[in-house]
């Protein structure tokens, strides 16, 4: 058996029936830090920035003596925070090689035959230092392929726990079991969208996600960090801030629901709903020469379209958008692509858009 037989991918997941929730007290405190610019090539400068300004003190600031004795440490004896990041190998090319040259600490969560296998496309953790090369060019923007920005590799986090009790901790939650007792893969580090996902779920759903997130009494987080390329925001998801007590007896087993299928599913939608947004709306200022109002008049207008075509997959959204932007709206009005799209059969196979991208490639509509 592979390592990912008989695993599905949580990702995977299509709509879901939405259920409402009553507003509820959220367990995580989760703030935004807005105006996270990426750093350019800094060349020639005798120091240069390793991260952008507002992440600096969050990244490798460290309390006060007297922060710590509010805490109940002492000084002394408690351990300096950490940072550390989860890095997806799939979404950067030579990853491993960089990291390998990059002199950091660092491992797989995967291990044995699923580390052999699957290195170049598995979440590794590193311990980033301030200074480092390879930590300066996970927060750097330029054509060089090296730097890592537009990636999005992954996410970022404190701990005074050592790097291995993180991968033993970050290990548990690689699979998690639905309630039927089917394994599927949960990439909490992408980015994107768990937080999307853990602002939508109530506080019943937190709390069986703490233990992830906030970390346990072996392996205590004080914070995660998830940076969006595309808004330019951090979002801080905060724990246990600079706790030295080590009692967080926090559930670390987590079963997925029907209720958390549904709510990663409406996260998915609503990143790529954004990521698409931006990109169209840098296309169509850039391109069509549109200005924001009358971008985002026309952008809902398709969307709405889109809607009433019954356009359901990310695919078939994104290339809609696509050709209506290209052709204009009145283009779903032309009698051979009405046809098309009021063929029965396309419909019911998902077929329309294939069928649209096939003859505009002819030249026949």
């Given at each position: 058996?592979?390592?990912?037989?008989?695993?599905?991918?949580?990702w995977?997941?299509?709509?879901?029936?939405?259920?409402s929730k009553?507003?509820?007290?959220?367990?995580?405190?989760?703030?935004?830090i807005?105006?996270v610019?990426?750093?350019?090539?800094q060349?020639?400068?005798?120091?240069?920035?390793?991260?952008?300004?507002?992440?600096?003190?969050?990244?490798?600031?460290q309390?006060?003596?007297?922060?710590l004795?509010?805490m109940?440490?002492e000084p002394?004896?408690?351990?300096?925070?950490?940072?550390?990041?989860?890095?997806?190998?799939?979404?950067?090319?030579?990853?491993?090689?960089?990291?390998?040259?990059?002199?950091?600490?660092?491992?797989?969560?995967?291990?044995?035959?699923?580390?052999?296998?699957?290195?170049?496309?598995?979440?590794w953790?590193?311990?980033?230092?301030e200074?480092?090369?390879?930590?300066?060019?996970?927060?750097?923007?330029s054509?060089?392929?090296?730097?890592?920005?537009?990636?999005?590799?992954?996410?970022?986090?404190?701990?005074?726990?050592?790097?291995?009790?993180?991968?033993?901790?970050?290990?548990?939650?690689?699979?998690?079991?639905?309630?039927?007792?089917?394994?599927?893969?949960?990439r909490?580090?992408?980015?994107?969208?768990?937080p999307?996902?853990?602002?939508?779920?109530?506080?019943?759903?937190q709390?069986?996600?703490?233990?992830?997130?906030?970390?346990t009494?072996?392996?205590?987080?004080?914070?995660?960090?998830f940076?969006?390329?595309?808004t330019?925001?951090?979002?801080?998801?905060?724990?246990?801030?600079?706790?030295?007590?080590?009692?967080?007896?926090?559930?670390?087993?987590?079963?997925?629901?029907?209720?958390?299928f549904?709510?990663?599913?409406?996260?998915?939608?609503?990143?790529?709903f954004?990521?698409?947004r931006?990109?169209?709306?840098?296309?169509?200022?850039?391109?069509?020469?549109?200005?924001?109002?009358?971008?985002?008049?026309?952008?809902?207008?398709?969307l709405?379209?889109?809607?009433?075509?019954?356009?359901v997959?990310?695919?078939d959204?994104?290339?809609?958008?696509y050709?209506?932007?290209?052709?204009?709206?009145?283009?779903?009005?032309?009698?051979?692509?009405?046809?098309?799209?009021?063929?029965?059969?396309?419909?019911?196979?998902?077929?329309?858009?294939?069928?649209?991208?096939?003859?505009?490639?002819?030249?026949?509509?």
């Open positions: 058996m592979t390592p990912h037989d008989d695993l599905d991918d949580i995977s997941f299509g709509s879901r029936e939405q259920c009553a507003a509820q007290t959220p367990t995580f405190q989760i703030e935004h807005g105006s610019e990426p750093l350019d090539a060349f020639g400068l005798d120091h240069p920035k390793t991260v952008p300004e507002p992440l600096s003190e969050l990244f490798f600031g309390p006060g003596p007297s922060e004795a509010m109940g440490g002394d004896k408690v351990p300096p925070l950490q940072t550390y990041a989860i890095l997806d190998a799939a979404k950067v090319t030579n990853f491993v090689e960089m990291l390998e040259a990059s002199s950091l600490e660092h491992c797989c969560l995967f291990k044995g035959d699923a580390e052999d296998e699957l290195k170049n496309v598995a979440p953790i590193v311990r980033l230092e200074g480092n090369a390879f930590t300066r060019n996970l927060f750097t923007r054509e060089a392929p090296w730097h890592l920005w537009d990636s999005e590799p992954g996410i970022y986090l404190r701990s005074r726990s050592t790097l291995e009790d993180m991968r033993k901790h970050f290990r548990k939650f690689i699979k998690l079991k639905s309630i039927d007792e089917k394994w599927f893969y949960f909490f580090w992408e980015a994107s969208v768990i999307a996902f853990l602002s939508e779920i109530d506080v019943e759903q709390a069986r996600f703490q233990g992830l997130f906030c970390g009494d072996s392996a205590p987080i004080a914070e995660i960090y940076i969006s390329v595309r330019r925001c951090c979002t801080t998801v905060k724990g246990h801030p600079l706790s030295t007590s080590g009692n967080l007896k926090l559930p670390i087993q987590i079963k997925l629901t029907e209720e958390d549904t709510d990663l599913a409406k996260a998915m939608r609503t990143t790529f954004k990521r698409m931006q990109d169209f709306e840098d296309r169509a200022l850039a391109q069509y020469g549109m200005s924001k109002s009358d971008f985002s008049t026309y952008y809902g207008r398709t709405r379209k889109a809607a009433d075509y019954q356009m997959t990310e695919k959204v994104a290339s809609f958008v050709v209506t932007f290209e052709q204009g709206i009145t283009f779903w009005d032309k009698p051979d692509v009405m046809k098309i799209t009021s063929d029965k059969h396309l419909k019911s196979s998902h077929r329309v858009m294939d069928a649209i991208l096939y003859r505009l490639k002819k030249g026949d509509l």
